[in-house]
């Protein structure tokens, strides 16, 4: 037994978690049409790693998902778990039960899971290679695949051969190693490819590296050969420098002695300028005071001749001042007599202006009392003003309340009026009313109106008048009456007192004015009078001074003569001094000059010494120079010379990045001779031409390229092993899969041939290679002759000849290589009694070896069956299952 049990849960209308218990032998799957008995064979298929939509009949995988009923929701997933018996190791896993899952959620995810463990389906599919089980086996048959493979192309039948020879798996590895093959061919290619672009580099570097190398070569050879060079450049100009130097010690004692000639002669040359120097301070000093001496002689002369100058000169101004103190003298006498009548005039004026004083004084005084008197009026005036102003506005409430009063009583008397028409009164009654009316614009009516009144009045009956006389407001009004005429009066008397007071304004303003001229009249002859005294004074003021001055410069001029008169007497004594000092003068003058002359001698003395002394000092001078530009010279030479070596040594590490003293530690001491060096230079030069163009960094290119070259053959080496072994495992695989297959297509065509006549009860039929040559590839013909007819080309058998046909192909296989278990839905419907018999009867005789799962409607497969599966559909739209055991023996009962 292979199929032990199934568990559908969410798959297609198994929408319960539904347990399938499978028995070994032939089980028939019962139940009416379209209650899920094919959803069972799709749920085996599926479960096994079916792909195809279209073999599980849907549109898409998701549709597996039971998809609900009116009474039930739809499921998000789908799991079916198969469990299989491996007792017999059949497959190869070392379990004796294997169960395999898959799920499928409606997003779309699925998983595959062997005993629990998550597989790929690859790992899943491999698990049944070579079995008979599986997608492309034949361990299920259903109705439609009989048609399938009949009427399929010869080589789309290939499969159940290959199956039954077990050569899938080997197929796989032919394709996969045919596969690897021609991807190696591609790599080699590609490799090939890349090969030929590196070898063109790969050659042209090797070339251009082999040249950089030579270059290089020549190059380290002229570094050794320049390292020797400069360091003999630079050991020869430190000879010089060396030669140098002891040529300029030498020149420097020479130097020395000169230097302390000079000095000798300097010092002794200067001593005889110094002497020189003092000889001629002295001999300059000398003639300066000769020359001063000179000058003093010729000042005394000149101040002889001033002094007598001076002396007469003192004598005429003697004699102009004589004269000048006899004119002041009298000028003196005059102005004395002026200022006395000066003073005359002066004190008449005063007394004149003490009595316009006076004058002025009154008529001030008289102003100011008249101006207080005309202020009292004022006040009067204003004080009267005041009470007018009251007494009218109180005269004004009086007039007010008269009217009031009048409107009152005329408003009564009309009243009155009304009720009284005496005829005879009737005009003065009209006339007194047209007088009331005027009275309330103008009260003044009124007062005439009383007189008319008191006509009516006296023509009025009795009644009447008491009634006016009774009334309180015409009392009243007769109290405002005289109130009104007292103040009229008062108001009279104030403006005939404001009159008065304005008249006496008046008539004092004009004394005011009277005095004011006056005042102003003695104001203009007191300041006359002021202005005529302070003129004499001023003049009186100026005599005096006058006089001061005069009289100060009559003494000036009498102390003036006096002092002209001493001085006349000190110029004859100095003349007499200035005479004597001319003479001492004249002595000095002459002893001087014999020194002068005597001074001028030694002088020259000396000069010509000096000369001499001062042409040896110049020679030594210039010798000196020489020398010491010499040593200039020496000093830029050697500073030049140092300034070569470290030129050299700069030039030399600026040229190879290198210390020539580091250089030279590494390098080997060649020849010494300059020369010989430098034709070593020119001559590897001309080699270095020779070379060419160069590529500087061909070694290191080449060295990478090289690299990628070698390692690039050693890879079409591997690569070209890996091709051999590959074509000799697919040969291997070929002539193995050629040899299982030619064997099983043999039995199978023996089988065949046995089991057609076996099913059909005679006839005859055989299975045919297409291309017998090429076993791997060649189709499968099928051909069949049912009993009594001729061969015919299976299209043209009939639907149970068909189905026979291929029962006899599956049990033919089967008997060669049969499959653990075997499907078959409903491959018997069309199928007559006769044949259904053989059919069980064959069926019967396999199912010792395989186990089989029949769907049918045929009572007599059912009845050949060991076992029933009923499928049932209680829950519209909802597969159940129903298990039960049938006894063979009780079924032929
Ligand atoms: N995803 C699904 N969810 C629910 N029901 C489904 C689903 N897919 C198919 N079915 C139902 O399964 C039934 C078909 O079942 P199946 O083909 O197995 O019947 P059967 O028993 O083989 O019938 P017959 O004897 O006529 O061949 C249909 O009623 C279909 O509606």
């Not at 008319?452 to 023509?459: C, G, R």
């Not at 001229?517 to 006359?528: C, T």
């Not at 430098?678 to 070694?699: E, F, H, S, T, Y």
């Not at 599966?869 to 023996?889: A, P």
Request: proline share 1%.
């Amino acid at each position: 037994m292979f199929l032990k049990s199934m568990e559908l849960m969410g798959f297609k209308s198994f929408a319960d978690r539904t347990h399938i218990d499978f028995s070994p032998g032939i089980s028939a799957l019962l139940g009416p049409n379209g209650c899920g008995k094919s959803n069972i064979v799709d749920a085996v298929k599926w479960v096994l790693g079916e792909q195809s939509t279209k073999n599980m009949r849907a549109l898409k995988m998701e549709d597996v998902i039971f998809n609900g009923t009116v009474k039930r929701k739809a499921l998000n997933v789908a799991e079916v778990t198969l469990t299989i018996s491996n007792e017999t190791n059949i497959l190869e896993i070392d379990a004796p039960e294997i169960e395999i899952k898959r799920r499928l959620y409606r997003n779309g995810d699925s998983e595959y899971f062997i005993n629990n463990t998550v597989v790929r389906l690859k790992e899943l599919r491999e698990l049944f290679f070579d079995t008979g089980i599986g997608k492309t086996a034949y361990s299920i048959l259903e109705q439609g695949k009989i048609d399938q493979i009949l009427s399929s192309r010869p080589e789309e039948r290939r499969y159940l051969f290959e199956e039954a020879a077990g050569i899938t798996k080997y197929k796989l590895k032919g394709i996969e190693a045919a596969k690897k093959l021609e991807k190696t061919r591609d790599n080699i290619k590609q490799v090939q490819n890349i090969l030929t672009e590196v070898s063109k580099s790969y050659f042209t570097l090797k070339e251009q590296s082999e040249k950089t190398t030579e270059y290089r070569d020549i190059k380290n050879k002229l570094f050794d050969i320049d390292v020797n060079l400069q360091l003999l450049k630079i050991e020869k100009l430190k000879e010089l420098h060396q030669r140098r130097g002891e040529e300029h010690k030498q020149r420097e004692k020479s130097l020395k002695s000169i230097e302390d000639d000079i000095k000798l002669l300097g010092s002794d040359l200067s001593e005889s300028h110094r002497n020189q120097g003092q000889i001629k301070n002295t001999l300059s000093e000398s003639q300066k005071k000769l020359y001063g001496l000179g000058v003093e002689k010729e000042s005394l002369k000149n101040r002889i001749t001033a002094n007598k100058d001076r002396e007469k000169e003192y004598n005429l101004q003697f004699k102009s001042l004589d004269e000048r103190e006899s004119k002041y003298n009298l000028r003196s006498k005059e102005l004395k007599s002026d200022i006395e009548e000066k003073n005359r005039t002066s004190e008449g004026l005063k007394s004149e202006l003490i009595t316009f004083e006076k004058n002025l004084s009154k008529y001030i005084t008289e102003n100011s009392r008249f101006s207080e008197h005309v202020q009292g009026l004022t006040d009067n005036i204003e004080n009267n003003s005041n009470n007018v102003a009251t007494y009218e506005d109180k005269k004004d409430g009086i007039i007010e309340n008269i009217k009031d009063l009048a409107t009152k009583i005329t408003d009564k008397l009309e009243e009155s009026l009304k009720s009284f028409s005496i005829e005879k009164h009737e005009t003065l009654v009209e006339m007194f009313r047209k007088q009331l009316k005027l009275s309330k614009t103008n009260p003044s009516i009124l007062f005439n109106l009383e007189r008319d009144f008191d006509e009516l009045i006296n023509n009025f009956p009795i009644n009447l008048l008491k009634l006016i006389s009774e009334d309180k407001n015409l009392s009243q009004k007769k109290s405002y009456d005289l109130e009104l005429k007292d103040i009229t009066i008062k108001i009279q008397e104030c403006k005939s007192v404001i009159q008065k007071s304005k008249d006496e304004i008046k008539l004092t303003n004009s004394k005011i004015e009277i005095n004011s001229e006056l005042i102003s009249k003695e104001k203009i002859k007191i300041a006359e009078s002021k202005v005529k005294l302070s003129g004499i004074e001023e003049n009186l003021v100026l005599i005096n001074k006058n006089l001061v001055e005069e009289e100060t410069l009559l003494n000036e001029i009498k102390r003036e003569r006096i002092q002209i008169g001493e001085k006349i007497k000190q110029i004859v004594m100095d003349r007499e001094t200035l005479s004597k000092k001319l003479e001492e003068l004249k002595l000095s003058e002459e002893k001087i000059s014999s020194d002068i002359k005597k001074m001028e001698e030694e002088v020259n003395k000396l000069l010509n010494n000096n000369r001499d002394k001062e042409q040896l000092l110049n020679k030594k001078r210039e010798n000196l120079s020489k020398i010491s530009l010499q040593i200039e010279r020496y000093n830029f030479e050697t500073e030049h010379i140092d300034n070569k070596v470290a030129e050299l040594y700069e030039e030399f590490k600026d040229k190879y990045s290198i210390e020539l003293t580091d250089a030279k530690n590494s390098t080997e001491i060649l020849n010494r001779d300059e020369d010989t060096l430098k034709q070593a230079i020119a001559d590897l030069r001309v080699k270095q031409k020779m070379i060419g163009q160069i590529n500087l960094m061909a070694p290191e290119e080449f060295k990478e390229v090289s690299k990628r070259y070698h390692f690039l053959k050693s890879q079409i080496e591997d690569l070209k092993n890996a091709d051999e072994n590959l074509s000799k495992i697919t040969e291997q695989i070929k002539s193995e899969s050629t040899k299982l297959f030619s064997e099983t297509f043999f039995n199978i065509q023996k089988s065949f041939s046995v089991m057609y006549q076996r099913l059909f009860g005679g006839g005859s039929a055989e299975l045919q290679l297409t291309d017998p040559h090429n076993v791997l590839e060649s189709g499968i013909e099928i051909y069949a002759r049912p009993p009594g007819k001729s061969l015919e080309n299976i299209s043209l058998l009939s639907g149970g000849e068909r189905s026979l046909t291929a029962v006899a192909l599956l049990f033919a296989t089967y008997e060669i290589k049969p499959s653990p278990f075997c499907i078959l839905d409903e491959i018997d419907a069309a199928l007559d009694e006769r044949n259904i018999s053989r059919f069980v009867n064959t069926l019967t005789e396999f199912s010792k070896e395989s186990q089989f799962i029949v769907i049918t409607h045929n009572k007599k497969t059912v009845t050949g069956s060991g076992a029933l599966l009923g499928v049932t559909m209680q829950e519209s739209g909802v597969s159940k299952l129903i298990t039960m055991r049938l006894e063979h023996e009780e079924e032929e009962e």
